[in-house]
Structures are given as structure tokens and as C-alpha cells.
């Protein structure tokens, strides 16, 4: 079994940066890939950013290409999620998920349990 912890969410203005981690902890995640999700209120969850087990693969979906990195640590058991750039329409809860690097939620093994993210105008 695999927990997945995020940190690093809060308020910060438009134009502003954040970097989110997910830290897992019960095994090691270093064979999976793993993926940002985030959802906002009344909206399905969007797939975000992907990254495949090495970190040489990255995937991004079209509303963060360019703003958003995501990156990961193996020895630390970790995934980030940079995040410069911030814009209002950014805000919801962000999630982490290991499995896969598809953008369909349902192909993920593992799941955190969501850090908000708030962008202020």
C-alpha cells in the first residue's frame, strides 16, 4: 500500500509561484509514475502534469504547458509540482496520484488526500 502526503498549497496573488510536494510513504513510489490532478468546486478533476517513473518522460495539459514543471526526487520518495505564473483560474485543490501518466483519473493506482491552492486577483 502506498500514502501519498501533498504539502507546500496555500494562498498566494496572481503572478505568484508555489511549489506543491507529494511524498509517499508505505513503499517506494520510485517504479511508478505519477501525476498532479486538481479539481475546483463544481468541476470534475482535470489532469494537470505526469511524470513516468525515471523522470526523463514529463506530460502537461495545455492550460499549465509552460508554467507549470513537474519533477521528482526517488531517493526522497517525492513529486513536485512548480507552479510560476499563477493565475485565479488555477485555484482549486490539488491532488497527487501514482500509477500511471494518463490525463483519465481512473488509471491511478493511489491517491493523496488534496491540498488547496488559491490564486487571488
Known amino acids: 500500500q502506498v500514502q501519498l502526503v501533498e504539502s507546500g498549497g496555500g494562498l498566494v496573488q496572481a503572478g505568484g509561484s508555489l511549489r506543491l510536494s507529494c511524498t509517499a510513504s508505505g513503499r517506494t513510489v520510485s517504479s511508478y509514475a505519477m501525476g498532479w490532478f486538481r479539481q475546483a468546486p463544481g468541476k470534475e478533476r482535470e489532469f494537470v502534469a505526469a511524470?513516468?517513473?525515471?523522470?526523463?518522460?514529463?506530460y502537461y495539459a495545455d492550460s499549465v504547458k509552460g508554467r507549470f514543471t513537474i519533477s521528482r526526487d526517488n531517493a526522497k520518495n517525492t513529486v513536485y509540482l512548480q507552479m510560476n505564473s499563477l493565475k485565479p483560474e488555477d485555484t482549486a485543490v490539488y491532488y497527487c496520484?501514482?500509477?500511471?501518466?494518463?490525463?483519465?483519473?481512473?488509471?491511478?493506482?493511489?491517491w493523496g488526500q488534496g491540498i488547496q491552492v488559491t490564486v487571488s486577483s
Open positions: 511524470i513516468d517513473w525515471s523522470g526523463s518522460r514529463t
Open positions: 496520484a501514482a500509477g500511471s501518466t494518463a490525463w483519465d483519473p481512473k488509471r491511478y493506482d493511489y
